[in-house]
Every structure is written in C-alpha cells, then in structure tokens.
C-alpha cells in the first residue's frame, strides 16, 4: 500500500466536509473555527443571510444526515 502515514482525524473530517468548506468560502461566509472538540469536527463560521446558512445546513446533511461528529454553528450577521 506504500508508504502513506495515516492522516490524524482532523483532516480525515476536513476531508469528509470539504464540500461544506467550499460552499462556505462560495457563499462568502467567515469561517471563525475549525478545530477538534471532543474527538469532533468544530466549525463556527458567519453567514451572510439566512438563505446561506440553511444552504450550508443542507449541504452538512448531504455529506452527512446524522452529522455525529461534526459541531457546526452557523451564525447570520447582522453586518451588511
């Protein structure tokens, strides 16, 4: 199999989510945090409306339905 090193959880999950990671950057959302809380991915990230925040919760969901190891908190700012 070569000599690949196994990849830590962090980016194995980034990985998992990079669909998620992408529209978030696409919809011009600011990510604040991706980090591991508790063995899960963390992401905190403002969006610039509501309609951009459900778009990244339904994206989450197609990755994931469950999304049992993933802490998303998807705020809407008020900043215009």
Do not use: C
């Not at 999950?13 to 011009?28: D, P, R």
């Amino acid at each position: 199999m070569g000599d690949v090193a196994p990849q830590s959880p962090f980016h194995q999950l980034k990985f998992k989510y990079k669909s998620v990671l992408t529209l978030l950057e696409q919809e011009g959302a600011q990510l604040m945090n991706l980090h591991m809380v508790s063995g899960k991915l963390y992401l905190k990230a403002l969006t610039r409306s509501a309609q951009s925040r459900d778009k990244i919760w339904t994206q989450i969901k197609a990755v994931d339905s469950k999304y049992s190891d993933l802490l998303a908190d998807l705020t809407v700012s008020n900043v215009r």
